[in-house]
């Protein structure tokens, strides 16, 4: 039985590549753009299926015109998947207060934004699987990546905690994790540095912005095979709370992992030392 998907941030990328693989399958698709007449040359088939529609997640009213109008087309959504969102990388003084405000605006609020326009039609329905897009940097730290992981990592608790006040509903939450995937995340148009340099951090900041500069377009993951996952995904009957994508994403979860555990060993001391006697 098909689907219909609701995919913001579906122009290029790894929201592309979802939409083009639930497409294949033979899914209805409601791909969201900020600029839908630049994200309509990404799609050349499927268009009975497909409904291409302008989406800025900051504004407060386009989600619930964006659930509307899928609903109006196809009647129903199944699989949710906020995927729109962009880096802010640099180092945390450096970082102006609106840049701050826009990340986590975009990042976090857009993205609740979203799903609260989406719940009264899955409730009704009593199914449906939400996806949010985390990064592993939502899970382990990165140099000059403090605003980008602090809104990966609020997308990860929002996640958990969302899946427990939909589970009676037979709503299902899955956030992903990808590692490095080769999309145009580090290209200018995409991600953005931190400005109000400081003297202190010059050779950090320098190091890090030719480090990630140089990775751009040599990252190690296929988002072709990252939107043929994500459909395998939500085909699945007992979806995972946390997917991780990549190997990269592994090894540095599994790594995080480790040494969380050996420090809770280190200090267990202290942390108990803390409970009532009597």
């Not at 087309?73 to 906020?82: A, E, K, S």
């Not at 939400?130 to 980008?148: E, H």
């Not at 580090?186 to 900041?205: K, T």
Request: charged fraction near 20%; proline fraction near 4%.
């Amino acid at each position: 039985m098909s689907k219909t998907w609701l995919i913001t941030g579906a122009s290029r990328g790894l929201g592309l590549e979802m939409a083009r693989a639930a497409l294949a399958a033979g899914d209805n698709v409601v791909a969201t753009a900020r600029n839908v007449s630049s994200a309509s040359r990404a799609f050349t088939q499927h268009t009975d299926r497909l409904l291409l529609t302008p989406l800025d997640v900051t504004d407060p009213a386009a989600p619930q015109a964006v659930v509307d109008a899928a609903l109006a087309r196809f009647g129903t959504i199944d699989v949710l998947v906020n995927n729109a969102g962009y880096g802010q990388l640099g180092l945390f003084e450096e970082t102006p207060e609106d840049d701050i405000q826009r990340q986590l605006e975009t990042n976090v609020n857009g993205l609740m934004r979203m799903t609260r326009a989406v719940l009264p039609a899955l409730r009704r329905q009593r199914s449906g699987h939400i996806i949010n897009i985390s990064s592993i940097a939502g899970l382990v730290s990165f140099d000059f990546c403090t605003l980008y992981g602090t809104s990966k990592f609020a997308v990860e608790g929002f996640s958990v905690n969302l899946a427990r006040d939909l589970a009676p509903f037979g709503i299902k939450v899955t956030v992903v994790e990808p590692g490095m995937f080769r999309t145009d995340f580090l290209d200018d148009r995409s991600v953005r540095f931190s400005g109000n340099p400081l003297e202190d951090y010059a050779q950090a900041r320098e190091d890090a912005e030719t480090l990630y500069k140089n990775f751009n377009h040599q990252q190690l993951g296929d988002p072709v095979k990252f939107g043929a996952a994500i459909v395998e995904l939500a085909n699945t009957a007992e979806p995972p709370l946390h997917l991780l994508l990549g190997s990269d994403a592994l090894k540095m979860a599994r790594d995080d992992l480790a040494l969380r555990q050996a420090e809770i060993e280190r200090w267990q001391h202290l942390s108990a030392s803390t409970d009532h006697t009597d």
